[in-house]
Nanobody, 123 residues
Framework: QVQLVESGGGLVQAGGSLRLSCVASGFPLGNYAVAWFRQAPGKGREGVACFNNMDLSTYYARSVKGRFTVSMDKVKNTAYLQMDNLKSEDTAAYYC????????????????WGQGTQVTVSS
């Protein structure tokens, strides 16, 4: 069974930090591109960041570049999203996903999704 499970969300004040974890089971996470998306109520999922295991490159949405950092621990089969200097507009449910080829910030590039973890940033 392939599965992704996110954790680490919570309520933080603006300017604070959170680290989200995404634990993979049933497959080696290092064989895939791993992306983080977020979704606010009533809106579509927005690509936040991606770690491409093919060339170890990273991609970030302009809105989070310089504040968020994506990484991976292959031994633990876990991906991470370090979020610093959080802003109220970062409030959303955050999802990790695995993918192969395609645009990094397109939901259609990914075939397995986690259940999501809520991040709420207060002003």
């Amino acid at each position: 069974q392939v599965q992704l499970v996110e954790s680490g969300g919570g309520l933080v004040q603006a300017g604070g930090s959170l680290r989200l974890s995404c634990v993979a089971s049933g497959f080696p996470l290092g064989n895939y591109a791993v992306a983080w998306f977020r979704q606010a109520p009533g809106k579509g999922r927005e690509g936040v960041a991606c770690f491409n295991n093919m060339d170890l490159s990273t991609y970030y949405a302009r809105s989070v570049k310089g504040r968020f950092t994506v990484s991976m621990d292959k031994v633990k089969n876990t991906a991470y999203l370090q979020m610093d200097n959080l802003k109220s507009e970062d409030t959303a449910a955050y999802y990790c996903a695995r993918g192969g080829w395609g645009s990094w910030n397109a939901t259609t590039s990914y075939d397995v999704w986690g259940q999501g973890t809520q991040v709420t940033v207060s002003s």
